[in-house]
């Protein structure tokens, strides 16, 4: 099946600057990609999403690239601010496994004002 | 409009005792998931129902867990004689289809003493 892995674990930068979150997939037919955020407490939440079909896409601060080949996608967040501090998780679904979605193991971001 | 809503929020439970956590779906969503999330992970996924039925039961760990959604709107996932094993966080989520936003809830702790 499936197996999405995700780095750095714990990921810290300065407010304003840019934090990178990197993951890659196992199932070459995978092609649906999304990013969710969790804050303490709560469920996580779809922050951003793309398909196999497209290469990047952005929305605001947060922008995701997918390097189908290498079977890697990325989340850039720019700008950071305090309130991005929460667990990111990405996650890949192959349509051999129907329409579930595979986490990988999150990576906590702290912005330090 | 109402979220994902998972009751109880916190559930304390004597291991061997049965236990049943309830979702609602967001209105209209056809498609509902559980997760479990142990502490520091992401989020693993258990079932999935696409209206009534189970499209894929493939995550549920052994036969004392069991889940069922008889109108294709609310969904009870039931655990049978609880181990300690089984404390988590367990997560219901709900999408339009497949491939779609999956709208987390906040989530059931449950913990097995």
């Known amino acids: 099946g499936e197996n999405v892995e995700q780095h750095p674990s714990t990921l810290s930068v300065q407010e304003g600057d840019s934090a990178v979150i990197k993951c890659t997939y196992s199932d070459s037919a995978s092609n649906y990609f999304p990013w969710y955020k969790q804050e303490l407490g709560k469920g996580p939440q779809l922050i951003i999403d793309i398909r196999s079909n497209v290469g990047e896409k952005k929305d605001q601060r947060i922008a995701v690239t997918l390097n189908k080949t290498a079977k890697h996608f990325s989340l850039h967040i720019t700008e950071t601010q305090p309130e991005d501090s929460a667990v990111y998780f990405c996650?890949?679904?192959?349509?051999?496994?129907?329409?579930?979605?595979?986490f990988g193991p999150g990576t906590s971001l702290s912005v330090i004002p | 409009g109402a979220g994902v809503s998972q009751t109880p929020s916190n559930k304390v439970t004597e291991k061997g005792k049965y236990v049943e956590l309830r979702c609602d779906p967001i209105s209209g969503h056809t498609a509902l998931y559980w997760y479990r999330q142990s502490l520091g992970q992401g989020p693993e996924f258990l079932i999935y129902f696409q209206g009534t039925g189970a499209a894929d039961d493939s995550g549920l760990p052994n036969d004392r867990f069991f889940a069922v959604r008889p109108e294709g709107s609310v969904s009870t996932l039931k655990i049978q004689r609880t181990e300690r094993g089984d404390s988590a966080v367990y997560l219901c989520?709900?999408?339009?289809?497949?491939?779609?936003?999956?709208?987390f809830g906040q989530g059931t702790r449950l913990t097995v003493v």
């Open positions: 996650a890949a679904s192959p349509p051999s496994e129907g329409d579930k979605v595979i």
């Open positions: 989520a709900s999408s339009l289809a497949g491939h779609t936003e999956a709208f």
